[in-house]
C-alpha cells in the first residue's frame, strides 16, 4: 500500500517536470518567431506642383494715410469748448471745438447796423434825386436784411455806372464786405472735422486764448492708406503699374502699384513705388513701417517644389520622392525661384521623370538614405 502512494507522487512528480519543460520551449520558440516589420521612418511631405513661379524683390516700405492734417483756428478767440479727446473717432462735419464768439457778434451787430443805416441813406438819396423807380427794390432790400440777422443777402446789383459811384461813397460796398466778414468769423468759432478720422495731439484747452492759424489738432483717416515702397534703382526698372505687393506678416494684404514716382534718391539709390491698402479695421498705423514683397518676374508653366525639400549632397542637388512608401532619391537642376519655392528639372538621371502630384519629402529627411521605408505623417 505505501509502494502505491509512492508510485503515485513519482508521476506527479515526473509529469510537473515535464509541463514545466514544454512551457519552457514554447517561449523560446515564440522568441525565435520574426518580428514584424518596421512601419518606417517618419518624414514630413508635400506634393510637387507645376504652375506659375513668381519671383520677387523684398524690400521695405513705409505707410502713411492718404488723408491726414492740422486742424487750424481761422479766427482769433478764447476757446470755449472743446467736445473731443485724444484718440476718439469723429465723422467728416462732426464739431470738434467751439470758440468764444461774443466779441465777433458785437462787431457783427455794429457793422450790420452801418450797413443798414448806408442802405437806408441810399432811399433817401434815390427819393431826392428822382431816381423813386429804384426806391421799392432797395426798400425791400432793406427789410430782407434787417431780418437776416446772420446771412445777409447780396444787395441790388448796380445797373449803372453813376449808380456804382453812390454805392461807393456811401460805403455800402465796404460795409457789405465787412458783415460778411464777421458772419464767416462767427461760422468760423464752430470748428469742425473736414473729413473723418482719428482725433490726435490736442493742443488747447477750454479758456485758451488762440490766434489765427493756431493749430488746435490733428486728425489721421486711417481708413485708406497710402504705401510707400523703397525699390533699388537696378530694380525698379522691372516694376510697372499692377505689379503686385504682399504685405509680409500676419496679416497677409495685397495690393498692387499705383505708380512709380519719377526721382531716383541720390543718397540711398533707391526709387519709390506707391501703392494703395484698404484699413478698415485700423490695423496699420500712420507711420509704420512693413516688409513687403513685389512681384519682379513671373516664370509660366514651371515645375516646383518648397526649399525645404532640397538637399545638397557631393555638391550636387537632390531631392527625395516617397513611391510606394521607399524614399528614393533624384538628382535635380535648379531653375527659378524665390524665398519659399524653387523650380526644379530632372538631371540626366534614368527612372521615372518627376511630374507634377509627386509626394517630395520636405522635413526628416537630412539623415535619409535611398531605397528608406518611410512613414508621411502629415498627409
Same mark, same amino acid.
Given at each position: 500500500?505505501?509502494?502505491?502512494?509512492?508510485? %503515485?507522487?513519482?508521476?506527479?512528480?515526473?509529469?510537473?517536470?515535464?509541463?514545466? %519543460?514544454?512551457?519552457?520551449?514554447?517561449?523560446?520558440?515564440?522568441?525565435?518567431?520574426?518580428?514584424?516589420?518596421?512601419?518606417?521612418?517618419?518624414?514630413?511631405?508635400?506634393?510637387?506642383?507645376?504652375? !506659375?513661379?513668381?519671383?520677387?524683390? @523684398?524690400?521695405?516700405?513705409? &505707410? $502713411?494715410?492718404?488723408?491726414?492734417?492740422?486742424?487750424?483756428? =481761422?479766427?482769433?478767440?478764447?476757446?470755449?469748448?472743446?467736445?473731443?479727446?485724444?484718440?476718439?473717432?469723429?465723422?467728416?462735419?462732426?464739431?470738434?471745438?467751439?470758440?468764444?464768439?461774443?466779441?465777433?457778434?458785437?462787431?457783427?451787430?455794429?457793422?450790420?447796423?452801418?450797413?443798414?443805416?448806408?442802405?437806408? $441813406?441810399?432811399?433817401?438819396?434815390?427819393?431826392?434825386?428822382?431816381?423813386?423807380?429804384?426806391?421799392?427794390?432797395? +426798400?425791400?432790400?432793406?427789410?430782407?436784411?434787417?431780418?437776416?440777422?446772420?446771412?445777409?443777402?447780396?444787395?441790388?446789383?448796380?445797373?449803372?455806372? +453813376?449808380?456804382?459811384?453812390?454805392?461807393?461813397?456811401?460805403? &455800402?460796398?465796404? $460795409?457789405?464786405?465787412?458783415?460778411?466778414?464777421?458772419?464767416?468769423?462767427?461760422?468760423?468759432?464752430?470748428? !469742425?472735422?473736414?473729413?473723418?478720422? !482719428?482725433?490726435? @495731439?490736442?493742443?488747447?484747452?477750454?479758456?485758451?486764448?488762440?490766434? !489765427?492759424?493756431?493749430?488746435?489738432? +490733428?486728425?489721421?483717416?486711417?481708413?485708406?492708406?497710402?504705401?510707400?515702397?523703397?525699390?533699388? $534703382?537696378?530694380?525698379?526698372?522691372?516694376?510697372?503699374?499692377?505689379? @503686385?505687393?504682399?504685405? &509680409?506678416?500676419?496679416?497677409?494684404?495685397?495690393?498692387?502699384?499705383?505708380?512709380?514716382?519719377?526721382?531716383?534718391?541720390? %543718397?540711398?539709390?533707391?526709387?519709390?513705388?506707391?501703392?494703395?491698402?484698404?484699413?478698415?479695421?485700423?490695423?496699420?498705423?500712420?507711420?509704420?513701417?512693413?516688409?513687403?514683397?513685389?512681384?519682379?518676374?513671373?516664370?509660366?508653366?514651371?515645375?516646383?517644389?518648397?526649399?525645404?525639400?532640397?538637399?545638397?549632397?557631393?555638391? =550636387?542637388?537632390?531631392?527625395?520622392?516617397?513611391?510606394?512608401?521607399?524614399?528614393?532619391?533624384?538628382?535635380?537642376?535648379?531653375?527659378?525661384?524665390?524665398?519659399?519655392?524653387?523650380?526644379?528639372?530632372?538631371?540626366?538621371?534614368?527612372?521615372?521623370?518627376?511630374?507634377?502630384?509627386?509626394?517630395?519629402?520636405?522635413?526628416?529627411?537630412?539623415?535619409?538614405?535611398?531605397?528608406?521605408?518611410? +512613414?508621411?505623417?502629415?498627409?
Amino acid at each position: 500500500m505505501q509502494n502505491c502512494k509512492l508510485f %503515485k507522487l513519482a508521476l506527479i512528480f515526473i509529469f510537473t517536470i515535464l509541463l514545466f %519543460k514544454c512551457d519552457q520551449d514554447d517561449n523560446k520558440s515564440k522568441d525565435n518567431l520574426p518580428k514584424p516589420e518596421s512601419q518606417g521612418l517618419e518624414v514630413q511631405a508635400t506634393v510637387v506642383k507645376k504652375g !506659375t513661379l513668381k519671383e520677387y524683390i @523684398e524690400t521695405s516700405a513705409i &505707410i $502713411e494715410a492718404r488723408q491726414k492734417g492740422d486742424i487750424t483756428s =481761422r479766427v482769433s478767440a478764447p476757446i470755449k469748448k472743446v467736445l473731443v479727446t485724444e484718440g476718439q473717432i469723429v465723422n467728416k462735419g462732426d464739431t470738434l471745438f467751439v470758440l468764444d464768439d461774443r466779441q465777433i457778434k458785437n462787431r457783427l451787430t455794429s457793422n450790420r447796423s452801418d450797413f443798414i443805416k448806408a442802405v437806408s $441813406e441810399l432811399v433817401l438819396e434815390l427819393e431826392s434825386s428822382g431816381q423813386s423807380e429804384a426806391v421799392p427794390k432797395w +426798400k425791400d432790400y432793406r427789410l430782407k436784411a434787417a431780418n437776416n440777422l446772420y446771412n445777409i443777402p447780396l444787395y441790388p446789383e448796380p445797373k449803372t455806372a +453813376k449808380m456804382t459811384v453812390i454805392l461807393s461813397r456811401l460805403g &455800402i460796398q465796404s $460795409e457789405y464786405n465787412t458783415v460778411k466778414e464777421y458772419e464767416l468769423q462767427l461760422k468760423n468759432c464752430f470748428i !469742425t472735422a473736414p473729413f473723418s478720422g !482719428t482725433v490726435s @495731439e490736442i493742443q488747447v484747452y477750454p479758456g485758451a486764448q488762440i490766434a !489765427t492759424g493756431s493749430e488746435l489738432c +490733428k486728425i489721421t483717416d486711417l481708413s485708406a492708406m497710402q504705401l510707400n515702397i523703397n525699390i533699388l $534703382e537696378e530694380d525698379i526698372a522691372n516694376i510697372e503699374k499692377g505689379t @503686385e505687393v504682399d504685405i &509680409i506678416g500676419n496679416n497677409h494684404k495685397k495690393t498692387k502699384i499705383a505708380t512709380i514716382l519719377p526721382e531716383i534718391d541720390e %543718397k540711398g539709390h533707391t526709387g519709390t513705388a506707391i501703392a494703395y491698402l484698404d484699413n478698415s479695421n485700423y490695423h496699420y498705423k500712420n507711420g509704420q513701417h512693413l516688409q513687403v514683397r513685389v512681384v519682379r518676374d513671373k516664370y509660366y508653366n514651371r515645375l516646383y517644389i518648397p526649399r525645404s525639400a532640397l538637399l545638397n549632397r557631393n555638391d =550636387r542637388d537632390l531631392v527625395f520622392l516617397v513611391k510606394k512608401g521607399i524614399a528614393k532619391w533624384y538628382y535635380v537642376n535648379l531653375g527659378a525661384g524665390n524665398s519659399s519655392y524653387v523650380e526644379i528639372s530632372r538631371a540626366t538621371q534614368t527612372g521615372d521623370p518627376i511630374v507634377p502630384g509627386d509626394t517630395v519629402v520636405t522635413g526628416g529627411h537630412y539623415s535619409l538614405a535611398h531605397n528608406v521605408p518611410v +512613414k508621411v505623417n502629415n498627409f
